[in-house]
């Protein structure tokens, strides 16, 4: 092999390979030949003319022949490294990774068990390890390898503080400090602080029932699938010439150990097919800041529709992308109840006689917002070689409005206290408006009754931005028809914002819609009306259904890494 055939090799591989150097399992049969002095000279004499090195603090090591005991000793010893390094990283379901693989590429989770990886090979003790939802993303198989990890580390005498919601994950914990009993302003309190076991007497803790009381998920009749979205010659990443083929108007759950190629399935050839279908292809995705030479083409999606097209009129793709990359960009302008909210303001007695139209209540206008700070309710004050300094205007202290703008008030109160408010606080102020209040109720029931209005887009987990952009298409009438995509949306989510988030998502199958999931919360994939198991392992290995059917089914597949997991949840 070259260096470039060497870094196309997967973990995988590069371990299989490993494995007999390390034993010392080296074919002796041709050592090879070994160079006399003059080659030798000659041979560094062409290296130095081409503008190599002499290399002279170091022996020749062509005196003897590339298999020379000598040399398969080190071969053997640096093998026998390689794969102590290796094996943790394969552990963590990592295996299908190449070398050569940009970090760009990567996923979140992806990095986080590389680094967690890295620092057991470090082999440090006394050190304090802080995760923050190390299981995110992860199949419970994967989940299983990241448990054995994280116990290794604390067998080596450190510490581990993890932000977690996985149930399997927390029940394996030393000791638990649950925060709530709410979220937001709700929150902020240690409900239980001991062993595990203590947390069962703490009455305020919603951790506990799905810890101790085995919360049961709402049971309700399986939708029948009467006609079918049928894909096939699927080809993207390690799908290779894929047919598969999903109910119509039922609720689909894709799931599959990390790499198997779901993504590539649900949120990359699902979607490129079908827009093209309809002949509105799904705008590319925004090109994150990264040098431009580091980029890699895009893969192209291959394969066709071979039926189901006559019952699907739109595709929504909510992804947990940011819904804005600057502060301006809010939880209230991304789903539209500001227009309303505006509108409420230009219409009172004072805004009336002093002729202002609903932009005078834009932070993005000239007319209504603070002339110092230009609406952004911050100063920044950019430094040299150190991160820039962000303090509040002096002027408008963080409003984002002039005086004038701010004297006029609905209810009591001013445009900058509407964006103060919580969601929850607004359903009670705009109770009387169901245009605003509409958009209010569907985000307090997807469980983010916590947050502000004017919460800028930046301060928002992606998790909280795909269930506003769930929440911006619930609100809508007419919603037939449409073919719904998302990619692991409890992922980061309490067991009971999980529970909240079902119950949108079969409201959305009950009206007559086709929703397709990638799921790793077995309880979740137990709630579907279908389920599609692709495995049987990562990367290469990968790409192919070993299982579907309805929950009950897939779940006595023998061959499904996901059945025993799921036969648990059902």
């Known amino acids: 092999l070259d260096i470039a055939e060497f870094g196309d090799l997967s973990l995988l591989k590069l371990r299989d390979l490993l494995r007999p150097v390390a034993a010392g399992e080296i074919d002796a049969g041709t050592t090879g030949d070994s160079l006399d002095h003059s080659a030798r000279e000659a ?31 080190a071969a053997q010893r640096l093998a026998a490294e390689l794969l102590d390094r290796l094996t943790p990283l394969i552990d963590l379901g990592l295996g299908y990774l190449a070398l050569d693989r940009g970090t760009l590429t990567l996923s979140s989770g992806e990095l986080q068990r590389l680094r967690l990886a890295t620092q057991l090979s470090s082999q440090l003790f006394g050190v ?8 995110a993303g992860l199949h419970p198989a994967d989940g299983e390898a990241l448990l054995a990890i994280l116990k290794r580390l ?32 709700n ?52 799908l290779r010439g894929l047919d598969v083929a999903f109910p119509i108007g039922c609720l689909t759950a894709v799931t599959g150990i990390s790499g198997s190629g779901k993504s590539s399935l649900v949120a990359q050839a699902l979607p490129d097919l079908v827009g093209t279908r309809l002949g509105r292809p799904l705008a590319a995705p925004e090109p994150d800041e990264a040098d431009p030479l580091l980029e890699e083409r895009p893969d192209i999606t291959m394969g066709h529709i071979a039926g189901g097209m006559d019952q699907i009129r739109r595709i929504v793709q909510v992804d947990q992308k940011p819904i804005g990359r600057t502060p301006r960009s809010n ?43 230009e609406g952004e309710g911050f100063m920044m004050v950019e430094l040299l070689f150190l991160p820039s300094v962000y303090a509040p205007c002096s002027t408008c202290h963080g409003s984002r409005y002039n005086d004038q703008t701010l004297e006029v008030e609905w209810q ?20 009387g408006e169901p245009s605003i209040l509409r958009p209010l109720t569907v985000l307090r029931e997807i469980g983010l009754g916590y947050l502000r209005l004017g919460q800028p887009a930046t301060e928002l987990s992606g998790g909280e931005a795909q269930r506003i952009k769930l929440a911006t298409e619930l609100q809508r009438t007419g919603r037939g028809s449409t073919l719904y995509v998302l990619d692991e949306p409890t992922s980061g989510l309490h067991p009971a914002d999980a529970d909240r988030l079902m119950l949108q998502l079969q409201s959305l ?51 499904s890494l996901t059945a025993t997991y799921l036969k648990a949840a059902l």
Not at 128 to 135: I, K, Q, R, T
Request: net charge neutral; glycine share 10%; hydrophobic share 40%.
């Open 43 to 73: 041979a560094t004499a062409r290296r130095v003319a081409a503008g190599g090195s002499a290399h002279k603090s170091s022996p020749d090591i062509r005196r003897t022949p590339n298999l020379s005991d000598e040399k398969r000793l």
């Open 128 to 135: 304090v390890y802080v995760l923050d939802e190390p299981s």
């Open 154 to 185: 604390r067998a080596s005498g450190n510490s581990l503080f993890v932000v977690e919601h996985d149930l399997d994950l927390i029940r394996q914990a030393d000791w638990l400090v649950d925060v709530g009993p709410g979220a937001g302003s």
């Open 187 to 238: 929150g902020g309190q240690i409900i239980y602080n001991g062993p595990i076991a203590g947390l069962a007497g703490a009455d305020a803790s919603v951790t506990r029932r799905y810890l101790f009381d085995a919360a049961p998920f709402g049971q309700r009749a399986a939708r029948r699938p009467e006609s079918w979205l049928q894909l096939q010659g699927v080809t993207r990443n390690n």
């Open 331 to 373: 939880l209230a302008t991304y789903t539209g109840l500001f227009d309303n909210v505006r509108r409420l303001f230009a219409a009172t007695p004072m805004a009336r006689s002093r002729r202002y139209g609903a932009g005078r209540f834009s932070f993005n206008v000239a007319q209504g917002r603070c002339p110092t700070c």
């Open 412 to 431: 009591g109160r001013n445009i900058a206290q509407v964006l103060d408010m919580t969601v929850d606080e607004a359903c009670s102020f705009f109770a």
């Open 509 to 559: 199958a009950d009206a007559g819609n086709t929703v397709v999931v990638v799921e790793h919360d077995m309880r979740i994939v137990a709630q579907a009306d279908w389920v599609i198991d692709l495995g049987p392992g990562a990367g290469e290995d990968g790409g192919r259904i070993v299982a579907a059917g309805r929950p009950a089914e897939v779940a006595e597949n023998p061959h």
